[in-house]
């Protein structure tokens, strides 16, 4: 029987499109603990070096993941690529009665159009071994009427997608991340007191009691890229908030 359950990370590449903060961040600081190497993308220079200098140095690209040339040049002169990590994305909160489509559509621009860009760009150089992990949320399964619908499209067509590359690219494996509530700066735009009333209800309402901590949801990431026999799964970590 084998004993080695998990593929160990020491010495692989790994990729994190959305790493400069975060989930992705925690992610790359957990696999870098764990002796992978990592390239962190994301959209603000600046951010992308105090996020390498964070986790003891790793390597950094500039673009916007829905702008399809900029991550095609960020991908051209990158080093083989074991696992491929795609966080990156904002939120773009809106009733659709009240708000701007084409800004609550950069929510499908950014997670489904920006997935699609960068798995092309990065498959030439993905290993067989090697795995993909997108990230969809909690909204695909409990949609909120609070302004969440489009975000909830993607995260559903994220799972679709990951489903269907799972066959597709095979034998890379693809799975998706689902979290629920998760103390990051992703709630930073909707201000100080709209952020502090979310995670107020979140905390009487979910049965563990608390928001989720990015580094709860590296590490349940990490377990997608190394169990081997992970793959088309769609690993909900949301403290059972789907259930509430
Ligand atoms: N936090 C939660 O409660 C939660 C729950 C469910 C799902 N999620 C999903 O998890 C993912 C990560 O969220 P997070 O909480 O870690 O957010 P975060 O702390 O705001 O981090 C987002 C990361 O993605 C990058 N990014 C954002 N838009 C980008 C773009 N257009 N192109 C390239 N990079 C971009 C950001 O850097 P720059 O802004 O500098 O580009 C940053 O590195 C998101 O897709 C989010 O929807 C989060």
Redesign the pocket.
Known sequence: MNSCLTQPLTDTHIVI?????????ATAATAKARGASATL????AE??EL?SKDIGGARTGV????DRTQIETVFANMSPIDHLVI?????QAGLVAESDPDRLLRAVD??IA?ALYVIKAALPLMSFQGSIVL?????SDRPTGQGTAL?AMA?RGIEALAQSLALELSPIRVNVI??????????DSLGADIRAGIFRAATKSLPVGRV?T?EEVADAIIFLLTNGYMNGEVLHIDGGGRLV
Request: glycine share 24%; hydrophobic share 40%.
């Open positions: 499109v959305g790493g400069s903060a975060g989930i992705g961040l993308i994301g959209r603000n951010r992308l996020a673009a916007d993941i829905s966080t990156a994305g904002s939120l950014e997670r920006g990230t969809g949320g909690q909204y975000t995260v689902a979290p629920g509530l998760i103390d990051t700066a992703l709630f989720g990015p």
